[in-house]
């Protein structure tokens, strides 16, 4: 199908999907949860295709995982669609109701935002998550993915397509254009004859292509650069755990944990525990002067590495030797989206939040810390959409924030910031009640 048909379509559609009301929309999402379980087969072989192609194009380790699905997966993608149905539908919200000197009442309405675009790279889970929040907010959409994913995004929407049809609801509510063309993306970006809002999500050179060409209205998703910073009385158990979860559980997403900041007051001490821990999942460390120098040191074998077991301390320094590099200007900015990690060492709270509001991306940052004034300072200081004391950033999330799953992470500082649920996918409009009035 034709690009501009496909909007049209979507356009065509958008008023009787905005006037669903909520047991009716609830019914379509949890019959397009159970459609995705019972066909995870046909899914799960069409994303093989995707893996297969990957591999060929030797697609980077973190980037096949955000790819890969599997049972567990799909049904993760269910779960998230039967909880958004779960929660409280905003559309039709009044925001308010006040009586004018002239007898008017005037208040706010919340209201779908109409036809969303979406343009997303190779996370076929964002297929099924769009989906869900816009279907629940009224909001028709339209999905442009990569190529990279392009054989499981056709299965998933099909099958979510045949569940609305079966409910007699318009399977056009959600389309997926399969021509993974930049000319084609490109054409998208300028349908603002009937798409009203577009969001990118993906890598910094696909936001940034979206942001500049657009002549839609776009909410600006952000990469993820982002932060831990292990403070001097940090308790070095909590920091190396948070550490290890935040940057190794999941490496391809945009909320693990980049780069790492720690107070130079405990540097000779936590560094070796942290070279150790990271060893366990090899993840390279590339690392301004001090921390380097700690390296070195403990490649010598100097006093500092006598408190390790000797019978694993010779393992780990063979190992050091090409864990440890020099970072770049570079490395600071850096969304390495793989087992790499930059660390920087710091004298002071203030150089660290200078340095994290420096080269972060406005999306996570954590603080690890038992002072309570450092850690106010740093959650009202650091300028980012969401901001973590003794927590991993992987919490970053939609479902784990209880939206049931996210159009995204927002890291602009319009009406909807870090990640976006039901709300940041509905805008308002003013309803005015009278008995006559005219203005003189």
């Given at each position: 199908m034709?690009?501009?048909?496909?909007?049209r379509k979507?356009?065509?559609?958008s008023?009787?999907?905005?006037?669903?009301?909520?047991?009716?929309k609830?019914?379509?999402l949890?019959?397009a949860?159970?459609?995705?379980?019972?066909?995870?087969?046909?899914?799960?072989?069409?994303?093989?295709?995707?893996?297969?192609?990957?591999r060929?194009?030797?697609?980077?380790?973190g980037?096949?995982?955000?790819?890969?699905l599997?049972?567990?997966?799909?049904?993760?993608?269910?779960?998230?669609l039967?909880?958004?149905?779960?929660?409280?539908?905003?559309?039709?919200?009044?925001?308010?109701?006040k009586?004018?000197?002239?007898?008017?009442?005037?208040?706010?309405?919340?209201?779908?935002?109409?036809?969303?675009?979406?343009?997303?790279?190779?996370?076929?889970?964002?297929?099924?998550?769009?989906?869900?929040?816009?279907?629940?907010?009224?909001?028709?959409v339209?999905?442009?993915?990569?190529?990279?994913?392009?054989?499981?995004?056709?299965a998933?929407?099909?099958?979510?397509?045949?569940?609305?049809?079966?409910?007699?609801?318009?399977?056009?509510?959600?389309?997926?254009?399969?021509?993974?063309?930049?000319?084609?993306?490109?054409?998208f970006?300028?349908?603002?004859?009937?798409?009203?809002?577009?969001?990118?999500?993906?890598?910094?050179?696909?936001?940034?292509?979206?942001?500049?060409?657009?002549?839609?209205p776009?909410?600006?998703?952000?990469?993820?650069?982002?932060?831990?910073?292990?403070?001097?009385?940090?308790?070095?158990?909590?920091?190396l755990?948070?550490?290890?979860?935040?940057?190794?559980?999941?490496?391809?997403?945009?909320?693990?944990?980049?780069?790492?900041?720690?107070?130079?007051?405990?540097?000779?001490?936590?560094?070796?525990k942290?070279?150790?821990?990271?060893?366990?999942?090899?993840?390279?460390?590339?690392?301004d002067?001090?921390?380097?120098?700690?390296?070195?040191?403990?490649?010598?074998?100097s006093?500092?590495a006598?408190?390790?077991d000797?019978q694993?301390?010779?393992e780990?320094?063979?190992?050091?030797?090409?864990?440890v590099?020099?970072?770049?200007?570079?490395?600071?900015?850096?969304?390495?989206?793989?087992?790499?990690?930059?660390?920087?060492?710091?004298?002071?709270?203030?150089?660290?939040?200078?340095?994290?509001?420096?080269?972060?991306?406005?999306?996570?940052?954590?603080?690890?810390?038992?002072?309570?004034?450092?850690?106010?300072?740093?959650?009202?200081?650091?300028?980012?959409?969401?901001?973590?004391?003794?927590?991993s950033?992987?919490?970053?999330?939609?479902?784990?924030?209880?939206?049931?799953?996210?159009?995204?992470?927002?890291?602009?500082?319009?009406?909807?910031?870090?990640?976006m649920?039901?709300?940041?996918?509905?805008?308002?409009?003013?309803?005015?009640?009278?008995?006559?009035?005219?203005?003189?």
């Amino acid at each position: 199908m034709e690009l501009s048909e496909i909007c049209r379509k979507a356009k065509a559609v958008s008023n009787r999907v905005g006037i669903l009301d909520t047991n009716t929309k609830n019914r379509a999402l949890l019959a397009a949860a159970d459609a995705l379980i019972q066909e995870q087969d046909v899914i799960i072989a069409e994303n093989a295709k995707d893996m297969e192609n990957g591999r060929k194009n030797q697609m980077p380790a973190g980037m096949l995982d955000r790819l890969l699905l599997t049972s567990e997966r799909i049904a993760q993608m269910a779960e998230g669609l039967r909880q958004v149905a779960s929660l409280e539908d905003p559309i039709g919200e009044v925001l308010g109701m006040k009586k004018r000197p002239n007898g008017l009442m005037i208040g706010q309405k919340r209201v779908p935002l109409g036809v969303v675009g979406i343009i997303y790279e190779a996370r076929p889970n964002v297929t099924a998550d769009a989906f869900a929040l816009c279907f629940k907010t009224g909001n028709v959409v339209i999905l442009k993915g990569g190529s990279d994913a392009i054989h499981s995004n056709i299965a998933i929407v099909s099958v979510i397509r045949k569940a609305l049809a079966s409910l007699g609801l318009p399977e056009d509510a959600v389309s997926l254009i399969e021509d993974t063309s930049r000319e084609t993306a490109a054409a998208f970006m300028k349908m603002n004859e009937y798409v009203d809002v577009l969001i990118p999500r993906g890598g910094a050179g696909l936001i940034r292509a979206v942001v500049n060409q657009a002549t839609i209205p776009v909410i600006e998703t952000g990469t993820g650069n982002c932060h831990i910073f292990v403070d001097e009385t940090a308790d070095f158990d909590m920091a190396l755990d948070i550490i290890m979860n935040a940057k190794t559980q999941r490496i391809g997403v945009c909320n693990a944990c980049e780069s790492l900041v720690i107070h130079e007051n405990i540097a000779d001490a936590f560094l070796p525990k942290l070279f150790e821990r990271l060893q366990e999942k090899d993840v390279e460390v590339h690392g301004d002067e001090r921390t380097c120098a700690v390296a070195e040191r403990l490649e010598q074998e100097s006093p500092l590495a006598k408190s390790y077991d000797p019978q694993k301390r010779g393992e780990m320094l063979r190992k050091l030797e090409n864990q440890v590099l020099p970072a770049t200007e570079e490395d600071w900015a850096k969304e390495y989206l793989d087992y790499k990690l930059s660390v920087k060492t710091v004298s002071s709270l203030d150089e660290a939040i200078e340095h994290i509001n420096r080269y972060n991306t406005g999306h996570s940052e954590a603080i690890i810390t038992n002072d309570y004034s450092n850690a106010e300072r740093f959650l009202n200081e650091i300028d980012a959409a969401c901001v973590y004391v003794n927590a991993s950033t992987r919490f970053t999330d939609g479902f784990e924030f209880g939206f049931g799953a996210e159009i995204g992470i927002s890291t602009q500082k319009l009406h909807a910031r870090g990640p976006m649920g039901l709300l940041a996918l509905t805008s308002t409009k003013y309803v005015i009640y009278g008995n006559g009035q005219i203005r003189k």
